[in-house]
């Protein structure tokens, strides 16, 4: 059932700049969980470092702050000790795609039930605005003393050919979507990736919302655009388009819901197989083992 948005606000201050996109990501956290109805005890936002890493202060529920780039690892160990929590991983393009490039990817490959929420600005806010990961070649914004050199890592193709079974891309300014993006994601079982571009109006001076809004779209609006795969057949016909739809990242930028593997079995679903009943003991008596030894 749902609930009050207003049980997930903390007391902390928000400390972001003013007109900042997280703001945008953070309402929508909460009016996400809260239409969800769930329970602030079982919700624990797990958060990178970066600006996007204060989100564990502002929303309720049994967080943890973590290392730079080590939000998915906290959050795997936090799953894995109690199965019925709903987990969110809340980092930014510098930890996830960056240092924690690595612990994105093996997600992946384990198809873990944890949301990740990519707060994707492109640049490094926290520390004065350095070129991070997802910020496209060429770019000069006001922190760099010359144009980026680098070309850049697009999160969603990434997540394709890591294993996430759902991908979707959203826009921090355009809440109500965002909200219902991460409803779907969160409802997910699997590793779930949204990510959300960002303006960062302090220090990135390019990709403004006048930017984003030019080159922005929904692929529902699109005809024929279907993400959804129901059957391993119908992985193999349809890969080569969502791929295609994947790698665009422009002149024009695809939002929504952008692929959806509802037929590969997820990390819980295969421990079950090797450990029958891990998936519901008690936390405090769920331990790890194969052959009844430590695993
Ligand atoms: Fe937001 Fe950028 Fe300020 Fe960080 S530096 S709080 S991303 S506007």
Redesign the pocket.
């Known amino acids: 059932m749902a609930r009050s948005w207003l049980e997930y606000k903390t007391q902390a201050w928000v400390q ?2 003013p ?4 703001f945008g990501i953070l309402n929508s956290i909460y009016r996400a969980v809260s239409e969800l109805g769930i329970d602030p005890e079982n919700l624990a936002v797990v958060g990178g470092i970066g ?1 996007s890493g204060r989100t564990t202060y502002y929303v309720k529920g049994s967080n943890f702050h973590a290392l730079h780039g080590r939000a998915i690892p906290v959050a795997t160990g936090v799953k894995l000790a109690n199965p019925s929590l709903n987990v969110i991983v809340a980092g930014g393009d510098g930890d996830l795609m960056g240092i924690g490039g690595g612990h994105f990817v093996a997600l992946g490959r384990r198809n873990l039930n944890i949301t990740v929420l990519l707060f994707d ?1 492109a ?1 490094y ?2 520390t004065k ?1 350095q070129a991070a990961p997802t910020l496209p070649a060429w770019i000069k914004t006001k922190a760099l003393s010359m144009p980026n050199i680098h070309d850049n890592i697009n999160p969603v193709l990434l997540a394709f050919a890591a294993g996430y079974t759902f991908i979707a891309r959203g826009y921090a300014y355009h809440t109500q979507q965002l909200k219902e993006l991460i409803k779907t994601a969160v409802r997910h079982r699997g590793a779930a990736l949204v990510d959300i571009l ?1 303006p ?4 990135n001076n390019v990709m403004t919302n006048k930017w984003y809004e030019e080159r922005i779209y929904y692929v529902d609006q699109e005809d024929g655009y279907d993400p959804v795969i129901r059957t391993p057949e119908e992985f193999q016909k349809k890969a080569p388009t969502i791929a295609a739809k994947l790698m665009e990242f422009g002149d024009r930028i695809p939002l929504g819901i952008l692929y959806w593997n509802q037929t590969r079995e997820s990390f819980e679903e295969r421990l079950e197989k090797i450990m029958p009943g891990y998936m519901s003991a008690p936390p405090a008596t769920r331990r790890i083992e194969l052959d009844g030894k430590p695993f």
């Open positions: 972001w700049c007109g900042c996109g997280d600006c600005n640049v806010g926290l605005g960002q960062c109006p302090t220090y």
